[in-house]
Each structure stands twice: as structure tokens, then as C-alpha cells.
Nanobody, 121 residues
């Protein structure tokens, strides 16, 4: 069994900051890419940012220069530092990871349960 548990969401005023965390636990051998997605009401889930096992990052144009993804491989944790938040960043944020479980030969893709981020104007 593998679980991804997010934390750090909440309500913040426009221009403020939040830091999300996502910790993976279970029978994990290694974790490849990790990332954050978000889904606003009435919209499809969209990619926010990803980070490879080697630390290469990719960002959606809408968050470049404001959001920073990082990871702590020793803790199986990925972070999302969100600065200069805008009302349009309001969404449920989901953690995603490609994980190789102990005793398995292929990775599987896992999602967290989501954490709400609300930015007031």
C-alpha cells in the first residue's frame, strides 16, 4: 500500500503565500517524478508543476516565477511554495507521484486526496 498525504492548504489573501507538502508512505522502493495538479470548480484538473527524481522542474505558464516545487528524497516528500497568490489560484491542489513499490518491477501512479487553497481578493 502507498499513500500520498497533502497538507498546508487554507485561506489566504491575494498577494500572500502558502506552502503545501505531500508525504508518500508505504512500501516504497523509489519515487520518480512527483508533481502538483489543481482543479478549480467547474474546470478540468490541470498540471501546475512537476519535478523529476533528478530535480528537473517544469511549470505551467500561469505559475512561473511565483510557485516553486522542491522535494526531499530522504523523506519521500514534495513541497509547493506558492507566492504572490491570486484569486485565480483558488482550487483543490492534488499531489501526484510515480512510485516503484518494493518487490514490483514497474512504477504506478498515485494521487493524494487533495487540499483546498482559497485566495481572497
Amino acid at each position: 500500500q502507498v499513500q500520498l498525504v497533502e497538507s498546508g492548504g487554507g485561506l489566504v489573501q491575494a498577494g500572500g503565500s502558502l506552502r503545501l507538502s505531500c508525504a508518500a508512505s508505504g512500501t516504497i522502493f523509489s519515487i520518480n517524478a512527483m508533481g502538483w495538479y489543481r482543479q478549480a470548480p467547474g474546470k478540468q484538473r490541470e498540471l501546475v508543476t512537476t519535478i523529476t527524481g533528478g530535480g528537473s522542474t517544469n511549470y505551467a505558464d500561469s505559475v512561473k516565477g511565483r510557485f516553486t516545487i522542491s522535494r526531499d528524497n530522504a523523506k519521500n516528500t514534495v513541497y509547493l511554495q506558492m507566492n504572490s497568490l491570486k484569486p485565480e489560484d483558488t482550487a483543490v491542489y492534488y499531489c501526484n507521484a510515480d512510485i516503484l513499490r518494493s518487490g514490483f518491477i514497474r512504477t504506478s501512479n498515485y494521487w493524494g486526496q487533495g487540499t483546498q487553497v482559497t485566495v481572497s481578493s
